[in-house]
């Protein structure tokens, strides 16, 4: 009996071992699958990868670096300050002008800018004939350029060769200042700036009212609600992530807004538009003072952070997913 039981148990053992040896075989298979795969993956995400490191993180790091010295005239590091630079900033009554004129100008421009690009996608979401026109029109600014975009309005806000003056004057009305006067500068460029943003802004809405199906307004006729009533209260929910996801980058564009600043007012007249950023290019390029220009710089980036945590945190609960 013991001998048959040797027996018994020697291929037991044996088969133990060969399923141990193949799943041993096996994790190290997926193991180097696995391997294999990753690696794989970063070689596919190594041109953005350096990309990244060259346009974002490396200035990011200069930044910093910058931000805790003291630069002489061409830019060259003469000293560590530490967060001296920060309390310069922290002393100057500019900084904070810039900082309110940056986030009043946030204020005219992206609640404008989304609820104009919204009535118009809402106006033009129809299927009749001849609205393939307009939602070309309404769409054209996302080709242009700031630069474009703000040459263009210059000529419309010249003071006397202006097309905004002149149907003033058939209107009998005299003729404004656009650019000139303190108290209608910064409404003049953020005019310009929903306008610029209108394109972007009435595609992704018409895309999200797209994206709705007809079969919920057509429940919504049956029902008896009329356009206005299914807009508000069915169509409006279902839009909230396209909303969402234009105030965050609306926010996010404000905040960063310069070039059509640089074109039409360098930041005057009487400082009325000079925001943050560009502030932030006077005080580096045009004043030669790199540690304060990026001490602000960073302040900037940590208040464009803020906002949006903030937005994630409180105005995200009011998005309807489903």
Not at 76 to 84: E, K, M, N, P, Q
Not at 124 to 134: A, E, Y
Not at 308 to 321: M, N, S
Request: hydrophobic content about 50%; aromatic content about 14%; charged content about 10%.
């Amino acid at each position: 009996m013991n001998g048959l039981e040797d027996s018994l148990t020697l291929p037991r053992e044996q088969n133990r071992e060969r399923a141990a040896q193949l799943r041993g075989t096996k994790t190290k298979t997926l193991s180097g699958l696995k391997w294999r795969e990753n690696l794989l993956a970063y070689a596919f995400l190594a041109p953005s990868l350096i990309l990244f490191a060259i346009f974002f993180f490396y200035p990011m790091i200069k930044s910093v670096y910058l931000s805790l010295h003291a630069t002489d005239l061409t830019g060259r590091v003469t000293g560590f300050v530490g967060l001296d630079n920060f309390d310069y900033l922290i002393k100057n009554d500019l900084f904070f002008q810039g900082l309110k004129i940056t986030v009043y100008f946030a204020l005219l421009t992206v609640p404008t800018g989304i609820l104009a690009a919204l009535i118009l996608a809402a106006i033009t979401s129809g299927k009749q004939r001849g609205l393939t026109i307009f939602q070309f029109a309404f769409s054209l600014p996302v080709v242009l350029s700031v630069g474009s975009s703000s040459v263009i309005w210059m000529f419309l806000y010249h003071p006397s060769l202006g097309m905004l003056n002149y149907f003033l004057s058939l209107l009998n009305l005299s003729p404004i200042n656009w650019l000139i006067d303190p108290k209608r500068a910064l409404l003049s460029v953020s005019l310009m700036t929903v306008w610029m943003n209108l394109g972007f802004n009435y595609i992704v809405l018409s895309s999200g009212l797209r994206g709705i199906p007809d079969e919920i307004r057509e429940s919504a006729a049956i029902d008896g609600a009329g356009p206005v009533r299914t807009f508000v209260q069915i169509l409006l929910p279902l839009l909230s992530p396209t909303l969402f996801f234009l105030a965050i980058v609306s926010v996010i564009s404000s905040f960063q807004s310069f070039g059509q600043i640089n074109i039409l007012t360098h930041g005057g007249p009487m400082n009325s538009t000079n925001v943050l950023v560009y502030s932030i290019y006077q005080e580096a390029f045009e004043n030669f003072r790199f540690g304060t220009g990026s001490a602000q710089a960073l302040v900037l980036f940590v208040i464009i952070v803020i906002l949006t945590l903030v937005q994630f945190k409180w105005v995200e609960k009011k998005v309807h997913y489903q």
